[in-house]
Structure formats: structure tokens, C-alpha cells
């Protein structure tokens, strides 16, 4: 079955950096369309970045423009996002989703919280 599971969340300083992973599996990894997204106790699910299914397009919510980086090796099944110069605004949990079409997967989620 279709899995995407996150890791790679947790506590860090103002300024400081995390690397998230998503590994999926149970379908065509290289085929999707690969999304970070990140929700904080009373908002609503925000778009953070996109990487399109052979990793040449990327895109970035304004917020995290020139502090946060989304890749992927389709060989590894993995996408990830690398934050850094983080703020406490950042705290979210973290989500990636994986679309295709009408076809769309979502991870548990990570909490990242950014405290001092």
C-alpha cells in the first residue's frame, strides 16, 4: 500500500537547521509530484514548497524563500527538505504529500519546533 513516511523533525534554536526526509513507497515515486506542506495548532495547512517528479521545477512559499531547499532522489524514493535560518514562525508540523492527477498521498506528519 501507498506509504510516505516522514522523519527528521524536532527541537531546535532560532537559527538553527533540520533536514526532513519523506521516503514513500507502494507507488511510482519518480512519476509524482512531490510536496512539503506545514500546519501550526490553529492555522490551516500551508504549502511550503513543490518539486516537480524529475526534481528540475521548484517552488517556495515566500516565507521560507532562500532559507528552505526541497530535493528528491528518485532512486532512494525520497524527497527532502533542508531548513535553515529557522524562526520560530516555522514551528509546524510538517507534512509531505505526493500528487499525480486526481491522485493525491499524505504523510503523519513531523513536528518541527523552533524554540530558544
Known amino acids: 500500500q501507498v506509504q510516505l513516511v516522514e522523519s527528521g523533525g524536532g527541537l531546535v534554536q532560532p537559527g538553527g537547521s533540520l533536514r526532513l526526509s519523506c521516503e514513500a513507497s507502494?507507488?511510482?515515486?519518480?512519476?509524482?509530484?512531490m510536496r512539503w506542506y506545514r500546519q501550526a495548532p490553529g492555522t490551516e495547512r500551508e504549502l511550503v514548497a513543490t518539486?516537480?517528479?524529475?526534481?528540475?521545477?521548484?517552488s517556495y512559499a515566500d516565507s521560507v524563500k532562500g532559507r528552505f531547499t526541497i530535493s528528491r532522489d528518485n532512486a532512494k524514493n525520497t524527497v527532502y527538505l533542508q531548513m535553515n535560518s529557522l524562526r520560530f514562525e516555522d514551528t509546524a508540523v510538517y507534512y509531505c504529500n505526493a500528487a499525480y492527477g486526481f491522485e493525491s498521498y499524505w504523510g503523519q506528519g513531523t513536528q518541527v519546533t523552533v524554540s530558544s
Open positions: 518539486i516537480s517528479a524529475g526534481g528540475g521545477g521548484t
Open positions: 507502494g507507488f511510482t515515486f519518480s512519476t509524482y509530484a
